[in-house]
């Protein structure tokens, strides 16, 4: 197997491959080379035989390097493959040892993955020596430009007009800041008019496992300013009430389940006010350091923490199970949360239903519900 690359499928992951090829057949061709190697496709391969298979749909790549079949196998599977952080990683770093001259955003968006977390595997591999430094690198047009880019410098007008000067600049930033605040309060309106349209519905079963990252609605000191990055402009967010009003009818009651609940620092509170009105008692938390401090009043936060409720008689973690309280990696695409935490709360409930809300992109082995969701569970 030349060109597989990543991990292979897991358990669960195989089996579902399985019975979709055995209700429907081969859904995406296997891609070969003009040798007969196969690039993108071994699992379906090794499944077709096993059932008795002699005939799939195939697609031969012509005239291909080594790097490229290399590459477009990464492309490919990465895409849609359900991957840890580790993995993502450890397939970032193989691409940049085949291509380190190519820029780490171009290579961000051949793998679906973020620009920054190249930049930060290129970094380490580059200290290691593993691969070289290169001055210049090749983007996404295929255009060599600097991999780092000049300080474009300016100079102060003499002292009698730097007065006038600073009355232009103002001026300048308040008509830019009007333009961006009408431009995002359209955009928003937007998101919220989807999000209303889409709205799924109510579940019709209750599960033993929770996992939930809820679009809290922040304060902020200036509607006009302050809400240029917020999460309005990425989905529709809620009030605590509203919020409150949805998860007690959604998840509350008293069968015994564990919830996991993400909160950040200011609406700590208001993660504790969910978790208690649905019916559960915090236990625990843990917490997600981002590497990079963002935003705050009293202080500059770096963490989120995944806040812990127990409801009935759940049986903790195993002893010796139990993960470290702090988890490290750098953040990625607004509001999205590392695969650990997930992988860890399946490796702690395995075998039983688990239902992730407000889910942006659905996982294997768990029901999915929310506006951004592919697949909801109604």
Known sequence: MKYQLLPALSAEEYAALEAS??????????????????????????????LGLVDWPRFVRKGLSEADKRKLARELNVSRRHLSSAQKQAVIADQL????????????????????????????????????????VEGRDGVKQPARK???????????????????????RAQDQKTRHSVRLAHMAMIADKGAASAPGKLDRAYPVYYADCPWKYGVRSEVTG????????????????????????????????FFCWATNPMLPDGLRVMEACGFTYVHHWIWDKEVAGTGYWGRDRH????????????????????????REL????????DYFAETIERLYPDMP????????????????????????S
């Open 227 to 258: 809400r240029e990055k917020s999460a309005e402009n990425h989905y529709p967010t809620m009030t605590t009430e509203e919020i409150v009003a949805l998860m007690t009818g959604l998840i509350g009651g008293t069968s015994p389940a564990v």
């Open 97 to 136: 040892r085949d291509t380190p001259s190519i820029s780490s955003r171009a290579i961000a968006a051949m793998l679906g993955v973020d620009h920054k977390t190249v930049s930060s595997v290129r970094t380490r591999l580059v200290d290691g020596g593993e691969i070289p430094h290169h001055n210049e």
């Open 304 to 327: 989120e923490l995944l806040l812990i409720g127990r409801r009935g008689d759940v049986a903790a973690p195993l002893p010796g199970s139990q993960p470290e309280t702090v988890y």
């Open 331 to 338: 953040k990625g695409r607004h509001s999205a949360k590392p």
């Open 21 to 50: 090829i055995v209700a429907h057949g081969v859904l995406v061709p296997v891609e070969y080379d003009e040798d007969g190697e196969i690039i993108d496709g071994h699992h379906r391969v090794a499944i077709c035989q096993n």
């Open 354 to 377: 688990r239902l992730e809300l407000f889910c942006r992109t659905p996982r294997p082995g768990w029901d999915a519900w929310g506006y951004e969701a592919e697949e909801t569970t």
């Open 150 to 172: 000049t300080i474009r410098t300016s100079f102060l007008p003499d002292t009698e007009n730097r007065r006038e000067l600073m009355k232009v600049a103002k001026d300048l």
